[in-house]
């Protein structure tokens, strides 16, 4: 299994970035998914996720209401569209996929099988 994570970049506060979840080796159904990012001192931390079993999603506090998370099967693909973007959410960000547990209320950050590499995101003011 191999993921592919892409669509960061460098954009104003208040602007919008849509990354992306290529996978290989692998179909959506079998796994839930996540996103992360990677802060300074703390690791990786779950900001969305999918849940396999029934379509659930999660978003944390810092992100809901402003991203999207969502994947097409078909072509193995999972997205975090991310508007309203602002200065804090600047971080290096990467997807996951594992039998995890995702719920709109909780994301089981343990049991991750498989990550992408990371991919910049940079929001200035």
């Known amino acids: 299994v191999q993921l592919q994570a892409s669509g960061g970049g460098s954009v104003q506060a208040g602007g919008s970035l849509r990354l992306s979840c290529v996978a290989s080796?692998?179909?959506?159904?079998?796994?839930?998914i996540g996103w992360f990012r990677q802060v300074p001192g703390k690791g990786r931390v779950g900001v969305s996720c999918?849940?396999?079993?029934?379509?659930?999603?999660y978003y944390s506090e810092s992100v809901r209401g402003r991203f999207t998370i969502s994947t097409n099967d078909a072509k193995n693909t999972a997205w975090l569209q991310m508007n309203n973007l602002k200065v804090e959410d600047t971080d290096v960000y990467h997807c996951?996929?594992?039998?995890?547990?995702?719920?709109?209320?909780?994301?089981?950050?343990?049991?991750?099988?498989?990550w992408s590499k990371g991919t910049q995101v940079t929001v200035s003011s």
């Open positions: 996951a996929v594992g039998d995890f547990y995702c719920s709109e209320n909780y994301f089981d950050q343990v049991g991750m099988d498989h």
């Open positions: 080796g692998m179909t959506w159904h079998e796994y839930s």
């Open positions: 999918v849940a396999v079993r029934d379509g659930a999603k």
